[in-house]
């Protein structure tokens, strides 16, 4: 015990929606917070729902302050991590706090404590489960809501981290893109028209009706595209299964692209409506009206502005080529002409690894501009 703060583990369905429903409290004067699906989150820390539970552990825990709950914080060990890049690294994330170094150092403690006690050497986080989930604190780009699949935080987080002795270890950068006003330079135009001009590259639709197979076709590439990446992790075929089942509400055909090179699909971009500008009125419930609200705004009548791309990527062997280059360039534009069709005015790419300067310059070229930072930090254990 320090100064009345007490941390207890989660241990039942009722303290887990305690630990789901802490935000309300903490975001209750932030007008750009976004309140979750109650339902979701309850989704992605059920160890019979999320496939992530597989390969991974976690513990979740609670702060409590004079009898209130004031924090909460999750631990993961991810056997993935040590296969792919043989470290002993331990994960923090669904981190969320009052202002008080106090608390925030017995929930760092208590997450650094365990994940010593299971041979991790070094922490890294946040991840809210994985790098395929939410991933960074938000430490730059508060005055706008999160997009979809993305996170928020409070402006003194980044505070309590650093006086906790957490590190930098890398920025996730999002951008931002005004749909309705194209900017291709002629440069990038007669590129993408002289190496498209033979026939090899031809962008198609997703087919709804081949539905399934051509997600995974999607997530394969993203899997090999993005494989040499920081901290990069496939997704295992039960990922990839629920990966496919969840989006289906969200994928749009009109909205998703492969390219192909000689038939062969070798790039993709999948372009999703901004569910969190959908549900920012339903207080996280989808009952009892919540979800016919939303599927009328999401399938209905769809009349949201904002969307997010968080897949895109080229195979790795076409990747620094001409070819390469010049399909990036086209689903981005093809992606934003349908967008622009549907009534929407403005689009989130995320996210950007800080190093990723080709990816960057690219987003640029097309009048991008970098809105949002994503910190991840780090410890030795």
Known sequence: MTSGIT????????ELKQFVKLPWHLYKQDPNWVPPLIVERMEVLDEKKNPYFEHAEAKLWLAY????????????????????????????????????QQVANKLMDTA??????????????????????????????????????????LPYYKDLMEGYGMEKIKDLWAYYLRIDKPVLPPTIQKLITRSMRDGKIKLRRINMKNYEEDLKTILDIFNDAWSNNWMALPFT?????????????????????????????????????????????LDGKILPLGIFKMLWRLKVRPNYKTVRVPLMGVRQEFQNTAAGGAMAFALIEECRIQAEKAGCTHAELSWVLEENTRLSKM??????????????FTKAL
């Open 112 to 153: 650094c404590q365990w994940l010593k006690s299971q041979g991790r050497t070094s922490l890294i986080g946040p991840f809210s489960l994985s790098i395929n989930e939410e991933a960074g604190m938000l430490i730059d780009g508060f005055d706008t809501p999160p997009s979809l699949m993305m996170n928020h935080a």
């Open 237 to 281: 075929e039960a990922e990839l299964n629920k990966t496919v089942k969840d989006m289906k509400l969200l994928i749009r055909e009109d909205f998703t692209f492969i390219a192909e090179y000689d038939g062969v699909p070798m790039a993709m971009m999948v372009t999703l409506p901004n569910l969190n500008e959908i549900i920012a009125d």
């Open 363 to 376: 987003l640029e070229t097309v009048g991008c501009w970098r809105y949002k930072n994503y910190r991840m």
């Open 65 to 100: 302050k004079d009898g209130e709950i004031v924090g909460r914080i999750s631990a993961q060990i991810d056997e993935l991590v040590e296969k792919h890049h043989n470290e002993k690294i331990g994960h923090f994330g669904f981190f969320e706090c009052i202002n008080d």
């Open 7 to 14: 941390i207890k583990e989660v241990a039942n369905k009722q």
